[in-house]
């Protein structure tokens, strides 16, 4: 079997994992309680719970035009992938039973949406998606500029006031927590747990903050070499930037050594969505205590 090959059945492995999370999700919690989710599997519950239809057929009927308009508009390997996917979803709610877990409705919420949010991670990081309230947010985005997070809030505002006026207003609230968190472990699953920040400095005294860097902290990092710098002093020629990427709780850390070697230094600190390949996770200097959690 080729690389490829065995890639490609991982990929398929996971999505069908993820499926049967989202799926007991679906009826362990969210269905027997009436509470919506986001999206389009939010609208699937609706219709299910006043007016009784079979929520499989819903979920695959309603589906099909989003992912007519991804075939078209996005990606033809996402939408076979998709296909799959949902299909999948409205099997396994339709041959699923779980008795009741709980009937206290915080748990319901939290808990209906951990599962949730696990099974639409773990499909999205492997090419498909559950919902087709994603692929209307790329669409949109592509065509008008429009922030898919701003397209599936708005989607998501309108099912759930209309959850509030047809249904209750209870039923709307504990809906919108469980989106919440749906989208929180969703967001987790397909980031990581382990939050990074790189972190670029601008410095006369860069050599020493390079020592200090991966002497004190055990950062790798890249350095460039500036040109023409512009600021209240005038301009600045022939500068090093020095950019690194570390965890989230080593910020207060570098912050830090920097105000006691240049407190004038210029800092920029961002969100590092992916990190692969590197010395990330290694540290440069063995004597470092990768435990050391010193702030």
Do not use: C, W
């Not at 492995?13 to 919690?29: D, E, P, R």
């Not at 696990?118 to 949109?140: F, R």
């Amino acid at each position: 079997m080729t690389k490829a090959f065995v890639s490609r059945l991982s990929e398929y492995f996971q999505i069908s994992f993820g499926v049967i999370l989202a799926s007991i999700g679906l009826k362990a919690f969210l269905l027997p309680n009436g509470f919506l989710d986001g999206g389009v599997t939010g609208i699937a519950i609706l219709l299910n719970s006043t007016l009784q239809i079979n929520i499989s057929i819903i979920l695959v009927l309603l589906s099909l035009p989003f992912l007519i308009l991804a075939y078209f508009s996005i990606s033809r390997i996402m939408v076979t992938k998709s296909i799959i996917a949902i299909i999948g979803l409205a099997i396994s709610i339709q041959l699923e039973t779980f008795e009741v877990v709980t009937n206290d409705k915080l748990l319901i919420s939290i808990f209906g949406g951990l599962f949730l949010g696990l099974g639409i991670g773990i499909t999205i990081k492997n090419g498909a998606v559950l919902d087709g309230s994603e692929i209307l947010g790329i669409y949109i985005n592509n065509s008008l500029g429009i922030s898919i997070g701003k397209v599936i809030l708005l989607f998501n505002f309108i099912l759930f006031s209309i959850t509030a006026i047809i249904v209750s207003k209870e039923t709307a609230m504990y809906s919108i927590l469980t989106f919440l968190v749906t989208a929180k472990i969703t967001d987790l699953t397909i980031e990581g747990f382990e939050d990074f920040i790189g972190v670029m400095i601008v410095s006369k005294k860069s050599t020493a903050l390079k020592t200090a860097i991966t002497e004190k902290l055990g950062a790798g990092m890249t350095v460039f070499q500036g040109v023409n710098g512009h600021g209240k002093n005038g301009s600045t020629k022939d500068f090093e930037v020095i950019q690194t990427v570390i965890n989230r709780f080593e910020i207060r850390k570098i912050n830090r050594i920097i105000d006691e070697i240049d407190p004038d230094a210029f800092i920029v600190e961002y969100d590092v969505n992916r990190i692969k390949g590197g010395i990330l996770r290694r540290y440069l200097n063995k004597k470092i205590d990768p435990n050391n959690t010193e702030s």
